[in-house]
């Protein structure tokens, strides 16, 4: 029987993506000069996981490239090198490539074999105590790479537990010796006495020359199941002709061996595999930490056992409640009414219970976002001579898969920002009496029915001052303006706003905080900023747990009644007359704590009668927030606060200003959900919502 291997490969990308993300922080984490036995074998372990994993689907270019990680993370691990600042940057660069490989076979694209050779010179050169390669050398190295090697020269140095594992050393040589003519020379230099001679330990060692034309695939084939139970090298050896061409090359440099595809294995070789332990680099117990968001936005997602296990319990309780219903209507009677009432009681508690349950299922811990920035903070801070330390806490709040996978480029503009204006360079903070070190702290935690996320920093904060001297340049505010500290920060989200003195390629441009607030506002969340100036600023973002279901207030205006999502509300007062006032410009306004606000007329905006049209005293004030800026929405009662589920009413119908979404409520009857920024954006143009009354 012949298996489809491609049902495999979407498993295999998402696996390897997560071994990338251990094999990063773990690298991050290393200190040079220092080795955590625990933390160097996990990065290997999740190198030899993808490079095990590709070999055996076919992708022979990532096996080979992560063979060569695997060999110098390997002599890391076992202490004959010494970790260092350059070798660890030059693992970061690998799961770089790495990466881009796995995304580029992934979409059946082109793998850049530039970029993978380049990285692979580097990775080797170390290996060899070597500087990388020259760029100006590459084409004389390149045409001596084309030059088919003579024969090989093989170290071959099993560990002494190799034999335990069902491999048999001479076996792999006489499988050599199958390539071409072989010259073998063995090593007893560490036999021991006959009295400590243990017959189940390999003692010997073997230096063997291979001749012959032979591709290093085929010798990676026969080392292939013992790579990890031996000390191997393997050096072309080339004609004289190319050897001279090459003058500045080692000759017989040290080079690891290739893995080679092995998706057809003899058989007989599956029972000495050893190392099945090592495939899987994160533990199988955090089974809901394995899904794409970090590889782009992956269509399946992996649930913890214990989440299923609840979700099936929850539904043989809905089904026992189910029967006993059926039950109660089989000769139903009015003595049967307080049971039918308890029984629907109990429905009403699991359904709600179930609704949870599968909510459940697609929360994943933030960690899934917040697991980038520790690289984004190592590259940025190096790249801009700075010192800046990176605090997360909350890595464990769960929230909605769909919010993870949309608020990672805001939040990554975010941090970047933090990085580039609000932390200052080492000596500006020492003069200030500051660490030299700055700190940036992410933290996310849940309040109510909402996840916080906070970027703080104890940088330089935001300058009042400059912002407002910038907005009046561009005709933003008027100069006699009276606005407040909050009023001055929104300013920073205007398109195109920046006070930076020069653009770089990391910000400045003004290009990006707007995108910011609508793609948080698209979540049905809100963003604020709190800052100091000399002692630091944060961004504060408040989204919903899930885009499923929303917390809303019914309202009525006429006969309608529409969804405010409660995220938006600030409080809901009745006005009365002297609260309220015409000014010009603005139009009706009320005074809210010496703040006055505009009044939006929600029948107007809607184009339907209200009750209470003629007096806004007879209706309700309903204060909400959007876009940073707030307004009274004006509404004939409020009903009550429900949970909805959402309906996408651009799916079903067509994208409407004002209009979020819809929900069918409890009687059937349909509610439309009120977009807030949108309806403040409304009102500021004076524009009806005629799309909505034309299909009416």
């Known amino acids: 029987m012949v298996i489809d291997m491609a049902q495999f490969h979407q498993v295999f990308f998402e696996e390897s993506i997560e071994g990338l993300d251990v094999m990063e922080s773990g690298l991050l984490n290393m200190d040079p000069g220092t080795v955590d036995p625990e933390e160097i074998n996990a990065i290997f372990r999740a190198a030899h996981s993808i490079k095990g994993g590709s070999g ?26 010494a970790v260092t600042a350059q070798a660890v940057e030059a693992l970061l660069r690998s799961v770089d490539v790495l990466r881009e490989m796995l995304k580029s076979v992934s979409a059946g694209d082109e793998i850049d074999a530039d970029e993978v050779r380049s990285q692979q010179n580097e990775l080797e050169a170390i290996l060899r105590n070597q500087a990388a390669v020259d760029p100006q050398q590459e084409t004389t190295t390149a045409a001596v790479d084309d030059v088919t090697p003579s024969g090989w020269h093989i170290v071959f140095r099993p560990h002494s537990h190799m034999m335990r594992t069902g491999n048999d050393p001479l076996r792999i040589i006489r ?77 017989l440099a040290v080079q690891p061996v290739a893995a080679a595809p092995v998706p057809e294995q003899d058989e007989r070789r599956k029972g000495d595999r050893r190392n099945d332990d090592r495939r899987a680099p994160v533990d ?7 899904n794409g968001p970090a590889a782009g936005g992956s269509s399946s997602i ?15 309780e809905l089904v026992i409640t189910q029967s006993m219903l059926s039950l109660l209507g089989e000769d139903f009677g009015m003595d049967r009414v307080e049971r ?15 609704q949870e349950s599968v909510m459940q299922i697609r929360m994943l811990p933030i960690s899934f976002t917040f697991s980038r920035f520790p690289r984004l903070v190592h590259d940025l801070s190096t790249k801009m001579g700075k010192k800046i330390e990176l605090k997360m806490s909350g890595e464990h709040t769960e929230v909605d898969k769909t919010v993870i996978e949309k608020i990672g480029d805001p939040l990554v503009h975010l941090v970047r920002n933090s990085l580039d204006h609000g932390i200052e360079m080492p000596e500006v903070r020492k003069a200030a009496g500051k660490p030299e070190t700055g700190t940036v702290h992410l933290n996310a935690a849940h309040r109510g029915g909402n996840i916080i996320i906070e970027i703080r920093d104890d940088g330089k904060g935001l300058d009042r001052d400059r912002i407002a001297s910038k907005a009046v340049e561009r005709g933003l505010i008027p100069e006699d303006h009276n606005l407040s500290d909050q009023q001055i920060y929104e300013l920073i989200f205007q398109p195109g706003f920046s006070t930076a003195d020069q653009v770089s390629d990391v910000s400045g441009r003004g290009v990006g905080m707007d995108v910011v607030r609508r793609n948080i506002n698209e979540l049905g969340g809100n963003i604020e900023i709190e800052s100091e100036l000399g002692e630091g600023s944060a961004i504060i973002i408040r989204l919903p747990l899930t885009l499923a279901i929303l917390d809303g207030q019914t309202i009525s205006v006429g006969d309608e009644t529409y969804i405010v999502p409660l995220v938006s509300i600030i409080e809901s007062i009745q006005p009365k007359r002297e609260m309220i006032n015409l000014v010009a410009g603005r139009g009706e306004t009320f005074k809210l704590r ?3 606000l505009p009044i939006v007329r929600l029948h107007e905006i809607f184009g339907i009668d209200s009750v209470n049209a003629s007096e806004l005293v007879d209706g309700l004030l309903v204060v909400v927030e959007g876009d940073g800026k707030r307004c009274g929405l004006f509404v004939d009662d409020l009903i009550g606060q429900q949970q909805v589920v959402i309906k996408s009413l651009e ?14 409520l409890g009687d059937g009857s349909v509610a439309l959900i009120l977009d807030i920024p949108g309806i403040i954006r409304l009102a500021s143009e004076k524009k009806p919502l005629e799309s909505l009354r034309k299909s009416a």
């Not at 039918?340 to 179930?354: I, K, N, P, S, V």
Request: glycine share 8%.
């Open 594 to 596: 010496n703040e006055y």
């Open 56 to 81: 055996t689907f076919g992708f022979s270019e990532i096996a080979s490239f992560t063979h060569v990680m695997e060999t110098l993370l390997d002599e890391m691990r076992d202490g004959r090198r």
């Open 651 to 664: 799916a079903n119908y067509r994208r409407v200003d004002g209009i979020s979404g819809a929900t069918i």
């Open 175 to 251: 499988e050599l010796a199958e390539l071409g003519d072989t010259e073998v020379k063995g090593d007893a230099s560490l036999v021991p006495r006959f009295a400590e001679f243990d017959p189940e330990e390999c003692f010997l060692s073997w230096e063997i020359t291979l001749h012959g034309e032979v591709d290093r695939s085929a010798v990676a084939d026969v080392f292939d199941w013992v790579e990890d139970d031996c000390d191997l090298s393997v050096a072309p050896i080339y004609p004289e002709a190319a050897t001279e061409a090459q003058p500045q090359a080692a000759p």
């Open 284 to 290: 199988r117990r955090q089974g809901d930490r394995r």
């Open 340 to 354: 039918l009432q308890d029984g629907l009681a109990q429905l009403e508690r699991h359904t709600r219970e179930l």
């Open 302 to 316: 992996r649930v913890d056992i214990n989440k299923i296990d609840g979700l099936i319990n929850m539904v043989g």
